[in-house]
């Protein structure tokens, strides 16, 4: 479904990465995008800390109820896959040529619907959460195995530089 959503946004959505002709600005293009990806984390920072505040458990520091305990095991793994989807965004950026690098800030879209997509599914049960787990993970793996590929095979005299 992945692969589908990319191609789909990629041949439809009308607008294009600017010109990045230096390393530098394709990292600086990369940090902007991926500031958006930090919504749903700080979403689900906010909504922890109102559900810790509208807790019926008289310790605070104790036991945490399942709707605590949802909100925060989302935003731990979140902020763990967003350090490796943001640096593999940073990798893929400076191998991608200027044609496809409208996919920085699809791939960045991807990862907080997704991201979103996972909470909802966690929330309504434990079961359900592979569907949104998978659409972040799997991205992330490709995007690992081409910056491998890229750094490996394409280009290994400048694997270093």
């Not at 607008?15 to 990292?27: E, G, K, Y």
């Not at 930090?38 to 310790?59: D, K, Q, Y």
């Not at 879209?109 to 909470?119: E, K, N, V």
Request: neutral net charge.
């Amino acid at each position: 479904l992945c692969p589908c959503l990319i191609y789909g946004a990629y041949a439809f959505l009308p607008f294009d990465a600017p010109l990045l002709p230096t390393v530098s600005a394709r990292l600086v293009y990369t940090l902007r995008c991926a500031a958006f990806a930090t919504f749903p984390i700080v979403l689900g920072m906010i909504i922890s800390g109102i559900s810790r505040l509208c807790s019926s458990a008289l310790e605070p520091f104790g036991e945490l109820q399942r709707e605590v305990e949802i909100h925060r095991t989302y935003v731990s793994q979140s902020v763990h896959l967003f350090i490796l989807y943001f640096f593999n965004m940073a990798v893929l950026a400076t191998y991608l040529p200027q044609e496809v690098l409208k996919l920085i800030p699809l791939l960045t879209g991807l990862f907080a619907i997704s991201r979103l997509i996972y909470w909802l599914s966690y929330a309504i049960g434990r079961s359900f959460r592979a569907f949104g787990f998978s659409m972040t993970f799997l991205p992330l793996l490709a995007m690992l195995l081409w910056n491998l590929y890229s750094m490996f095979v394409l280009e290994p005299e400048n694997l270093l530089a």
